[in-house]
């Protein structure tokens, strides 16, 4: 699975509003401070914002006092809706839909993979929310994936 820059820039933005929004649900947060806090490059992340507030993921006021805060509860942002917002469906093989598939031959069953691998990227991503990340607690299910053998080597 890859991770766009996009996706994990903006999940690391909406963190520091998820916790500045603890603090004060009406407070505003300039994107050169997100930024800075998670050394994000102002200009992209900028663009990020505006996605993500197009999106219905943040609301936005101009000015000296401007900046950005989130237009939801953290517990109702789930990491799945964000990187759908900015990369279109979390699991496509060549841009479709994986059940859209039609293989004939050897390979006949080779959509019933790809379905089942969106099945299993859906069973993380649909239910971990910016509140449980940002106080590490994370559904039983994901943590239990955590702990399964080899879960954390690389191959």
């Given amino acids: ?11 690391r933005a909406l963190l520091e509003l998820a916790a500045a929004s603890e603090q004060d649900k009406s407070k ?13 490059p102002t200009k992209f992340l900028e663009g990020i914002l505006s996605t993500l507030r197009n999106s219905g993921f943040l609301i936005s006021q101009r000015g000296a006092d401007g900046g950005y805060r989130l237009a939801m509860d953290p517990r109702d942002i789930h990491v799945a ?4 917002a900015l990369d279109g469906p979390i699991a496509a093989v060549r841009g479709e839909r994986p059940e859209d598939l039609e293989y004939s031959g050897t390979a006949e069953h080779l959509r019933d993979v790809w379905v089942a691998t969106r099945a299993a990227l ?3 991503l649909e239910v971990v929310t910016l509140e449980d990340i940002l106080h590490g607690k994370l559904p039983k299910t994901v943590n239990k994936l955590l702990d399964t ?3 954390w080597e690389r191959r």
């Fill in 1 to 11: 699975m890859h991770v766009s820059a996009k996706v994990d820039y903006a999940l």
């Fill in 28 to 40: 505003l947060t300039k994107a050169d401070a997100l930024a800075q806090a998670q050394q994000i």
């Fill in 81 to 84: 809706d964000v990187m759908r």
């Fill in 122 to 124: 859906r069973s993380v």
């Fill in 149 to 151: 053998p080899g879960a």
